[in-house]
């Protein structure tokens, strides 16, 4: 991801909470949160750099692929 500094951070599964490696899907929304959908769920970076994970063990989502 491109920080607004110019900066690049590459996230996995390995080095953040990304809860998947393999991503199908990236939105912003306006609070300025990433919402990252992969294969098996959906992950959350807020501005503060802290994660949030969905998966369907977790959450309501009946289907991740």
Same mark, same amino acid.
């Given at each position: !991801?491109? *920080? @607004? %500094?110019?900066? =690049?951070?590459?996230?996995?599964? &390995?080095?953040? &909470? #990304? +809860? /998947? %490696? =393999? +991503?199908?899907?990236? *939105?912003?929304?306006?609070?300025?949160?990433? =919402?990252?959908?992969?294969? +098996?769920? #959906?992950? +959350?970076?807020? @501005?503060? /750099?802290? =994660? *949030?994970?969905?998966?369907? &063990?977790?959450? *309501?989502?009946?289907?991740? !692929?």
């Amino acid at each position: !991801m491109l *920080a @607004p %500094d110019g900066t =690049w951070t590459t996230y996995t599964s &390995a080095n953040s &909470a #990304l +809860v /998947g %490696d =393999w +991503v199908k899907a990236v *939105a912003i929304d306006k609070q300025g949160r990433v =919402w990252i959908g992969t294969l +098996v769920g #959906l992950s +959350v970076l807020a @501005p503060d /750099g802290k =994660w *949030a994970t969905y998966t369907s &063990a977790n959450s *309501a989502l009946t289907e991740t !692929m």
